[in-house]
DNA sequence: GCAGTGACTAGTA
DNA sequence: ATACTAGCCACTG
């Protein structure tokens, strides 16, 4: 088996898949759990990154104003508040998340 | 090995 | 209150 993928990059996955259910976390949590420790861009960037292999709640990470962000495509954006909505996350009228973020 | 890029954050105007 | 700018580190070409 190969890595494939760097340590820092299996960080920010576990840290992300260390989310409960019901809960959200900003980039900057997560970042922080990981190692990065303020760099939140690297998270950003490894969930760009993210392999559609692992069963990552990606849709659980938001930014610091409890928004979603990125992802070009309206669709995929759709389909990640479809995510947040089986989850019992609920949005405002700005699209922004109900700040029901986790608490490490 | 160098340069460019990036799903962010915080600060300033 | 919103809008824009600068800074940070890691990965890709």
């Given amino acids: 088996m190969k890595k494939q993928l760097s340590e820092t990059y299996s960080k920010i996955y576990d840290a992300i898949k ?3 259910y019901g809960k959200v ?3 900057g ?3 922080e759990v990981a190692g990065l420790q303020g760099q939140a861009r690297l998270v950003g960037y490894a969930l760009f990154s993210l392999p559609e292999d692992m069963d990552i709640p990606w849709h659980r990470v938001i930014n610091a104003k409890g928004e979603i962000s990125g992802l070009p495509d309206p669709d995929w954006r759709n389909i990640q508040k479809g995510l947040l909505e089986a989850e019992d996350i609920q949005f405002n009228k700005d699209g922004r998340v ?3 973020v986790y608490r490490w």
Avoid: G, M, N, V
Wanted: glycine letters at 0%; proline letters at 8%; aromatic letters at 8%.
């Fill in 25 to 27: 976390a900003t980039y």
């Fill in 18 to 20: 260390c989310i409960p």
């Fill in 29 to 31: 949590q997560i970042a």
């Fill in 98 to 100: 109900d700040l029901k």
